[in-house]
């Protein structure tokens, strides 16, 4: 276990997580702000970068499960990303479908902020998020950040334009 909140429980990923995994990353709903679903491919390559990440980084986006019934949810965590020439640390969030507008992103969310704060010693925390996906612009604002920049992400022969959110630890 990396982090607990009231509902939940942040942990590594582990391989045995790919159908987890698949349940969202396939979704095309869930993954619209991808414009694509993930391929089992592409899938595999998710959760090794993930593994990658825990190694190198000694964080990355960990697995999101309900204490209630230990239910895989989703996943939410803390990721390097090149924003402005620079590396920021990143919160991100990708849930089930199904357990959308339940709160569970905010919460993971802001236990993943407190990590990046309490225990990384991080001065700010960014999260990056496609300009049509409003509902995790609503997680991000909900959670203190105010928008501060944007940026265009080329992904899938795709020029995706990003809003840039952050909060520092100093306006807490």
Same mark, same amino acid.
């Given at each position: 276990?990396?982090?607990?909140?009231?509902r939940l429980v942040l942990?590594?990923?582990?391989?045995?997580?790919?159908?987890?995994?698949?349940?969202?990353?396939?979704?095309?709903?869930a993954m619209a702000a991808y414009e694509h679903a993930f391929t089992d491919a592409e899938v595999q390559d998710w959760l090794n970068k993930q593994l990658t990440r825990y190694a190198q980084d000694g964080? !990355?986006?960990?697995? #999101?499960?309900?204490?209630?019934? *230990?239910?895989?949810i989703?996943?939410?965590?803390?990721? +390097?990303?090149?924003?402005?020439?620079?590396?920021?640390?990143?919160?991100?969030?990708l849930l089930e479908r199904r357990y959308w507008h339940h709160g569970y992103a905010t919460e993971a969310a802001l236990a993943c902020q407190a990590y990046a704060f309490?225990?990384? !010693?991080?001065?700010? #925390?960014?999260?990056?998020?496609? *300009?049509?996906?409003?509902?995790?612009?609503?997680?991000? +604002?909900?959670?203190?950040m105010q928008q501060c920049g944007s940026l265009v992400k080329h992904y899938y022969g795709v020029d995706?334009?990003?809003?840039?959110y952050k909060i520092e630890q100093s306006s807490l």
């Open positions: 276990m990396i982090l607990e909140t009231l942990r590594k990923l582990t391989q045995s997580d790919f159908t987890n995994l698949c349940r969202t990353l396939q979704d095309p709903i964080f !990355g986006l960990w697995a #999101v499960v309900l204490k209630s019934t *230990d239910a895989f989703g996943q939410c965590g803390l990721t +390097l990303q090149a924003v402005g020439g620079q590396q920021v640390l990143e919160v991100g969030y309490n225990t990384l !010693g991080a001065a700010e #925390v960014y999260s990056i998020i496609r *300009d049509t996906n409003l509902p995790s612009q609503a997680v991000a +604002l909900r959670g203190g995706m334009p990003h809003y840039i």
